[in-house]
């Protein structure tokens, strides 16, 4: 099981999405789009596929299925705004949207074995594994915040030599989360993203707050279950605000830049350890203090505080 860090996280990540989310932003029209007939166990639905995505779907939702692959090259845009990384000719990246749970259980199975019960504990929307999303039509915005989280997740599978740490990547994908409208786009807005937002203001007022090292060193999973009075979306809207002011700041988010573009060629410095398994729990512990030394800040106690009041103030507290 210790291969799972990233899949974990993700999992950890999916169940906290609102249920009650506004209507979805507007998408662009002008996404070619080849359309097919497909079908999974029986049940008729469709393979549409745009310049980056084949999305294999039965979705139920007519807009869903009109609207998802012009979201998802727009998404793909942002992935690229956001990590500074170029578009590179590729093989589309593979999405299936299924129709209800029990549909995705069933490809669950056959896409995730032999870690399908790990993954079948997911009760709300669905991850990427090795590079693949499997999601379910959950008939509101959450499955388009879900399909672009995950996606960026999809994104930095297809396009690193060298994972980076579960700090970056997470923190990465909380940045995808929050939408605005723009035109007829989508316009990445981190600081629309309400449900971390509110998340980071209960952390902030409890005085939960977690120290930049544990935060840093750990994945989702292994973070809670040391933090025990901490609930998923603190941890994840701490990393949210995290993200957001390394962005926010250009000497930061040109180290940031830096890490990623390096392990895009597979030249992370300090490099990974011999005999650690890229995305497993040792290679997170042995890369991410190193990483964030090396691109964001060697002095942790100065990079805190300047964090922190950012945090404060993001969540209205200042």
Not at 194 to 204: A, D, G
Request: glycine share 8%.
């Amino acid at each position: 099981m210790k291969n799972l860090l990233v899949p974990l996280a993700m999992l950890l990540s999916l169940l906290e999405i609102s249920c009650n989310p506004p209507p979805p932003p507007a998408l662009p029209a002008e996404a070619a789009v080849s359309a097919s007939g497909w079908s999974f166990a029986g049940i008729p639905g469709e393979k549409l596929q745009t310049r980056h995505y084949v999305i294999y779907t039965t979705a139920g939702t007519r807009a869903l299925r009109q609207e998802l692959p012009g979201f998802m090259e727009s998404a793909y845009s942002q992935y690229l705004q956001l990590t500074g990384l170029a578009d590179k000719p590729a093989a589309p990246m593979v999405i299936y949207l299924l129709g209800d749970r029990g549909q995705w259980a069933a490809m669950t199975q056959t896409v995730t074995a032999p870690y399908q019960q790990t993954y079948l504990t997911i009760q709300n929307g669905g991850y990427c594994y090795q590079g693949v999303c499997v999601l379910w039509d959950l008939s509101h915005v959450a499955t388009y915040s879900i399909a672009a989280h995950e996606g960026l997740h999809q994104f930095l599978f297809h396009r690193v030599r060298q994972p980076l740490p579960a700090w970056v990547e997470e923190g990465l994908a909380t940045q995808m989360e929050g939408f605005s409208p723009s035109g007829q786009s989508i316009a990445l807005s981190p600081g629309q993203n309400n449900l971390r937002l509110v998340s980071l203001r209960t952390e902030l007022s409890a005085q939960r707050w977690v120290g930049l090292s544990d935060l840093l060193e750990s994945d989702a999973g292994e973070f809670l279950t040391t933090h025990s009075s901490l609930q998923g979306p603190e941890y994840y809207a701490q990393l949210w605000a995290m993200l957001s002011f390394i962005l926010s700041e250009p000497d930061y988010s040109g180290g940031l830049r830096r890490m990623i573009a390096q392990a895009e060629a597979g030249n992370l410095q300090p490099p990974p350890p011999p005999g650690a398994p890229p995305r497993s729990i040792e290679y997170n512990k042995a890369m991410s203090m190193p990483v964030f030394r090396q691109y964001i800040d060697p002095d942790l106690g100065r990079f805190e505080a300047r964090y922190k009041g950012y945090a404060r103030k993001l969540a209205g507290l200042n």
